[in-house]
C-alpha cells in the first residue's frame, strides 16, 4: 500500500498519526500471525488492530530528565494520535518505562511505516523496543468458532 500520494506528501491517516504521534515506538517488531484476522471494515475502509507493547531505555550518557523531554513531547504526540482515532487507547505500566497501545491502522505496511517515523526513533530509537501483535474482534472470533462446531 502506498502511503504517499503523487506530490510525495504522506496520506492523511499517516501524516494525523505522526503529527499525533504515538507513545514511545520501535524497530523491533514480532508481528503475531495471522495479521489478515485483525482486518476489519468499517464504512467501506479497511483497518487493523494492534496490541503494541513499548518498553524504553535510555543510555548512560543521558540523563533521566533528557528522557522525560523526549517522553513529553511522545506524550502530548500520542494524545492527539487518540483524539484523532488512530490511538484507540494507551496506558504507562506502573513502575516501568513501558507503555501499552491499542491502535488502529490501514494495513502492517502503514504500521511500521509510522513507528519508523515517530519522533522518539528518531531521537534514541536504537533504546526502544515495541513488541507488535495482531488483533481480530472477539464477535470475529466467536463467530468462527460456532460455524467450526460439528464439522
Known amino acids: 500500500m502506498n502511503t504517499r ?3 510525495d506528501h504522506l496520506n492523511p491517516s499517516r501524516r494525523n498519526f505522526i503529527k499525533g504521534g504515538a507513545i514511545a515506538g520501535g524497530i523491533i517488531i514480532n508481528l503475531s500471525w495471522p495479521s489478515i484476522l485483525a482486518a476489519q471494515t ?3 475502509k479497511t483497518s487493523m488492530l494492534f496490541h503494541l507493547d513499548f518498553h524504553v531505555e535510555y543510555s548512560a550518557e543521558m540523563t533521566q530528565n533528557d528522557l522525560f523531554a ?3 513531547e511522545e506524550a502530548g504526540a500520542a494524545l492527539g494520535a487518540k483524539e484523532a482515532g488512530l490511538v484507540v487507547d494507551l496506558w ?3 513502575g516501568e518505562r513501558r ?3 491499542i ?3 490501514e494495513s502492517v505496511e502503514v504500521l511500521d511505516q509510522i ?3 515517530l519522533p522518539i526513533m528518531q531521537k534514541m530509537g536504537q533504546h526502544v ?3 507488535v501483535t495482531a488483533l481480530r474482534t472477539y464477535e470475529g472470533f466467536a463467530a468462527d468458532v460456532k460455524e467450526r462446531v460439528g464439522r
Do not use: P
Open 5 to 7: 500520494n503523487q506530490n
Open 42 to 44: 468499517t464504512e467501506g
Open 70 to 72: 523526549i517522553w513529553a
Open 92 to 94: 504507562k505500566a506502573v
Open 99 to 101: 507503555v501499552i497501545v
Open 103 to 105: 491502535v488502529n491502522v
Open 115 to 117: 513507528l519508523l517515523d
Open 129 to 131: 523496543q515495541v513488541d
